[in-house]
């Protein structure tokens, strides 16, 4: 007597997901896209500005207590993951691509968010740059964001805040 195969179903992607559960991909409807642009003007070579861009001790000095960086790799490539985290900050993320000297893409995982995830939540962060002259380095940074309708300007704020100390860190780190 020849035993029987007992009868298989469809796995699931994932072991623990049930086919029967659906998971909403989408944020709550009443965020809205905002898209923060700055363009920052830097006296120092593309090349220098590079290397500080990818240099991941910069990123783990500029992180104020009790905030903290974290690294899936010592060098930082396509495929690495990023972790910042802290109160009310949780901003996981992915470098998708890294083209030499010229172009970062950071994409924000689903339960990336600031302050609460009804609030803020980041999708995708870009920095370009584009070779100026007499040696000079134009670093274009873009940010995209779900954002909380009330806290748009708050946030608008905020950016341009943010950019300016993050250009001066870029700064302090090309000086030493």
């Excluded at 994932?14 to 909403?24: D, F, K, S, T």
Aim: proline share 10%.
């Amino acid at each position: 007597m020849t035993p029987t195969a007992a009868p298989t179903r469809p796995r699931a992607a994932v072991p623990w997901a049930r086919p029967e559960i659906e998971v909403p991909r989408v944020a709550p409807p009443n965020l809205v896209l905002e898209a923060s642009v700055r363009a920052i003007r830097l006296p120092h070579t593309t090349n220098a500005v590079w290397t500080q861009l990818l240099a991941r001790t910069g990123a783990l000095r500029g992180a104020l207590w009790p905030y903290r960086v974290e690294f899936s790799d010592t060098a930082l490539h396509a495929g690495c993951a990023r972790y910042r985290y802290g109160p009310l900050v949780n901003l996981p993320g992915v470098l998708t691509r890294v083209k030499n000297s010229e172009y970062i893409d950071l994409q924000y995982c689903a339960g990336a968010w600031i302050g609460s995830p009804r609030w803020l939540r980041p999708k995708r962060l870009e920095f370009r740059l584009q070779p100026g002259e007499q040696g000079t380095t134009l670093l274009v940074l873009r940010l995209e964001a779900l954002v909380h309708p009330l806290l748009r300007r708050p946030w608008r704020l905020g950016q341009r805040l943010r950019w300016k100390l993050f250009a001066a860190t870029i700064h302090r780190g090309l000086r030493r």
